[in-house]
């Protein structure tokens, strides 16, 4: 079946900081591939998005590349901000999987402190 | 723009107690979820619903019963609640095949 496995967390950074949250999938087919962003007291919202191998997502000065050979999709922002602070989802969705369901990582909390 | 929309955002029942959470989405989309958030969990997913009409069991469907009630709404009940079942409850949606989910701010349930 499908899995999404992701950096364990938490991550701590100083304020300009570089950011890799790391995330590496198994899928049948090419799925497509997601970062999603939660903050407190929210639901999830899609920060970036990849369809195809060599794909690169950007929002917000966040990147992924997708990256079929390595089978993984990390994420990426070269200055972070006291603002990023929050937890952050790594997903695929598969074509073949019934209903459009993903599969999602765990999770990884950010917290950038000033 | 409401997108997915969830009621009520706070509740607290006692153990035995029944419960009905409400998810409506404007967005047009076919499919529905539950999910539900631990600390330490992730997310779960409950049930879910790849159109009007059609509902399947997820990974921890236990206590639990869903109603598709049409396109828009999708409802997830509590028979007889649980301290088990203390959690954050995300209902989403998706349009058809390997589309990105959009999710509500989550109904925080306490069971005491």
């Known amino acids: 079946g499908n899995s999404v496995t992701q950096m364990e967390g938490p991550v701590t950074l100083s304020e300009e900081a570089f950011l890799t949250i790391n995330c590496t999938y198994t899928a049948t087919g090419y799925p497509s591939l997601f970062w999603y962003v939660q903050y407190p007291g929210e639901g999830l919202q899609l920060l970036l998005k990849?369809?195809?191998?060599?794909d690169k997502g950007s929002n917000k000065g966040f990147e992924a590349t997708y990256r079929k050979e390595t089978t993984s999709f990390h994420l990426e922002k070269g200055s972070v901000q006291v603002s990023d602070s929050a937890v952050y989802f790594c997903?695929?969705?598969?074509?073949?999987?019934?209903?459009?369901?993903?599969?999602f990582g765990d999770g990884t909390t950010l917290t950038v402190k000033p | 723009n409401a997108g997915v929309t969830q009621t009520p955002k706070f509740q607290v029942l006692k153990t035995g107690q029944s419960m009905t959470l409400q998810c409506a989405q404007d967005m047009n989309h076919n499919s529905m979820y539950w999910y539900r958030q631990d600390p330490g969990m992730g997310l779960r997913l409950i049930y879910y619903?790849?159109?009007?009409?059609?509902?399947d069991k997820g990974e921890v469907p236990n206590g639990y019963n869903v109603s598709r009630l049409n396109k828009r709404e999708f409802s997830l009940r509590l028979e007889s609640a649980a301290p088990s079942q203390t959690s954050v409850y995300f209902c989403a949606s998706s349009g058809t095949g390997a589309q990105p989910q959009h999710f509500g701010d989550g109904t925080r349930l306490s069971i005491l």
């Open positions: 619903s790849a159109s009007e009409g059609t509902t």
């Open positions: 997903a695929l969705s598969a074509y073949n999987t019934n209903a459009g369901k993903s599969t």
């Open positions: 990849a369809t195809k191998a060599d």
